[in-house]
């Protein structure tokens, strides 16, 4: 099976830096997902790493350590519109292409 | 172009009644899955249709069921509603199986009394 874990919540200032980590065990690992979900809507796609680094997409980065089973979203310049359920999720190999997903990291941004 | 529509967004139910939620893809997708949240659990997969076939199954019992058309649209099935199914039931789709963005529609806000 797989194990996804990433803190359950974090706040963090407007115009700050926060990185939310998810770490994950898995046998066959084929890539990570991260999705951002605001309350009573449906997630959105933010990022997809299948190699190890770090891949930058304006104000997000993800980061892959597949060798840690580690991953990061960074996230700069918060704006309160950042506030969220921030969701990683793991595909593995071996027939399914249906990622499993985390219980999600709820971050709050505060003025 | 338009985005995955569900409906309805919201449904009522009681104990023991039977649901059908329906999901329309992003035109040109030929996968769609299906998703369970709840606050306790997260985002729990259910199943994936691609061309009118169930590839993949998550681990839900034989109450849950679904369908795809040819057209791509899809619909899940709820038999015997247990309270425990109230849940967000969200569909995602994709240009196909292997691909490394799922589209999440709104979802169907499900509440059984």
């Known amino acids: 099976g797989q194990n996804i874990d990433q803190p359950t919540e974090m706040t963090a200032t407007e115009g700050a830096i926060v990185q939310i980590n998810c770490t994950y065990q898995?046998?066959?690992?084929?890539?990570l997902f991260w999705y951002q979900q605001h309350a009573g809507e449906a997630p959105t796609f933010l990022s997809y790493?299948?190699?190890?680094g770090l891949e930058e997409k304006g104000r997000f980065s993800s980061f892959l350590s597949r060798s840690k089973g580690y991953s990061y979203l960074l996230l700069k310049e918060l704006q309160m519109k950042d506030s969220a359920s921030y969701l990683c999720?793991?595909?593995?190999?071996?027939?399914?292409?249906?990622?499993?997903f985390g219980r999600g990291t709820s971050l709050i941004v505060h003025p | 172009k338009a985005g995955v529509t569900q409906t309805p967004r919201y449904l009522i139910k009681t104990r023991g009644q039977q649901v059908t939620l329906s999901c329309s893809p992003i035109?040109?997708?030929?996968?769609v899955s299906w998703y369970q949240q709840t606050p306790g659990q997260g985002l729990q997969f259910l199943f994936e249709?691609?061309?009118?076939?169930?590839?993949n199954k998550g681990n839900f019992p034989g109450r849950f069921s679904g369908r795809q058309f040819s057209n791509s649209r899809s619909e899940m099935n709820v038999s015997t509603l247990e309270l425990g199914d109230s849940a967000l039931y969200l569909c995602?789709?994709?240009?196909?199986?292997?691909?490394?963005?799922?589209?999440f529609g709104p979802g169907t806000r499900l509440t059984v009394t």
């Open positions: 790493n299948v190699l190890d």
């Open positions: 898995t046998s066959g690992f084929n890539g």
């Open positions: 999720a793991v595909r593995k190999t071996g027939g399914s292409y249906i990622p499993t």
């Open positions: 035109s040109g997708h030929r996968s």
């Open positions: 995602a789709s994709s240009t196909g199986q292997g691909a490394s963005e799922q589209y």
């Open positions: 249709y691609f061309s009118e076939t169930q590839r």
